[in-house]
């Protein structure tokens, strides 16, 4: 009796610890949402108000891999596209509206600066937009 109390009590240890370690944890406070310009667009004096205008925005970070969107707005030519995205440690994969996956390691973010490099070592600079 005290076998099979033992084996149940560790069986439903075992799927309880499963359960848990397959959810995802979410930062409440992931820094990465909200909406972003570039950095040299808007340090430009002579950027136009619609480059201005334009951003990528990061959707709620959210467990459903699916749900976590990024909408790129072209405010010059009123174009939208929308992807999506994941980010795991540094790394930032994005998948745009033609199933093209591009990924980019994440150097700093902060609540207001996001500076990201690509596989060429290219750098992108980025200003939350408030």
């Avoid at 990061?58 to 929308?82: G, H, I, N, P």
Wanted: proline share 1%; charged share 30%; net charge negative.
């Amino acid at each position: 009796m005290n076998k099979k109390l033992i084996m149940l009590l560790f069986s439903g240890i075992m799927c309880g610890s499963m359960l848990t370690s397959c959810q995802e944890k979410i930062e409440e406070n992931d820094l990465i949402t909200g909406r972003w310009n570039k950095e040299e667009i808007m340090a430009d004096p002579e950027a136009t108000d619609c480059q201005k205008a334009s951003y990528i925005e990061f959707a709620d970070y959210v467990s459903d891999a699916k749900a976590r969107t990024l909408t790129t707005f072209d405010s010059c030519t009123s174009s939208v596209s929308v992807g999506t995205y994941t980010v795991t440690g540094d790394t930032l994969i994005v998948v745009d509206e033609h199933v093209v996956t591009k990924r980019y390691i994440i150097q700093s973010i902060d609540q207001n600066k996001m500076i990201y490099k690509d596989k060429d070592n290219r750098t992108f600079t980025y200003r939350r937009i408030k």
